[in-house]
């Protein structure tokens, strides 16, 4: 069981804009940065948005993070089907001494 | 440009121990603020964080696995090193390790992944 809480799915038509929710606790997302990172199946994560809602280069700016409180999201906008991936969230945790990651979302391209 | 490539043995019996070796460069773990961390990934299941070392030497473990967790470093051959005790088949996953930056206060990013390495673990 996931200290951070994601939903299992997200899904989406071609253009539209999907959003994922990431949501933990104070000693987790309430205190520290919030990172996220995209797996294609069969490939190593890639880092997405770090700090909470930086892009690192090359990564395009339909992607984007934000954080409030005990919570974050990950919002991918004028969403393509090479999208399609699973999403993770992590933030370090104070209380257990580490990264913890969420349990990932699945996203769809209808 | 920075690259990260684990080594190791692909398939480990019950009860035995692994030793992962993490060889990277384009950066070097005497630099203040780098880090190595590993990270598994069962197969079809989520990410899971395993321990970090960096550039001071500190290491941290996931708090379920750290009686079976040993990390280390060898700066001068750019190598970290991650030891599993007692394996199990629920210890089967695809091993990663990737880079890890200390900002001004905590840990930060992974921003580069190795490629990862699968253990199985089978009598």
């Known amino acids: 069981q996931s200290v951070l809480t994601q939903p299992p799915s997200a899904s989406g038509a071609p253009g539209q804009r999907v959003t994922i929710s990431c949501s933990g606790s104070s000693s987790n997302i309430g205190r520290n940065h919030v990172f996220w990172y995209q797996q294609v199946p069969g490939t190593a994560p890639k880092l997405l948005i770090y700090t909470n809602d930086q892009r690192p280069s090359g990564v395009p700016d339909r992607f984007s993070g934000s954080k409030s409180g005990t919570s974050a999201s990950l919002a991918i906008s004028g969403l393509r089907s090479g999208d399609e991936a699973d999403y993770y969230c992590t933030a370090w945790d104070d209380s257990l001494g580490g990264f913890v990651f969420g349990p990932g979302t699945n996203v769809g391209v209808l | 440009q920075v690259t990260l490539r684990e080594s190791g043995p692909a398939l480990v019996k019950p009860t035995q121990t692994v030793t992962l070796t993490c060889t990277f460069s384009?950066?070097?773990?005497?630099?203040?603020?780098?880090?190595v961390s590993w990270i598994r990934q069962p197969p079809g299941k989520a990410l899971e964080w395993l321990a970090l070392?960096?550039?001071?030497?500190?290491?941290y473990y996931s708090k379920s696995l750290k009686t079976r967790l040993t990390v280390s470093k060898d700066t001068s051959k750019n190598q970290v090193v991650l030891r599993l005790t007692n394996m199990d088949p629920v210890d089967t996953a695809t091993y990663y390790c990737a880079r890890l930056k200390y900002g001004s206060v905590s840990y930060e990013e992974l921003d580069y992944w190795g490629q990862g390495i699968l253990v199985t673990v089978s009598s």
């Open positions: 070392i960096d550039w001071d030497g500190d290491k």
């Open positions: 384009g950066f070097s773990l005497t630099t203040r603020g780098m880090c």
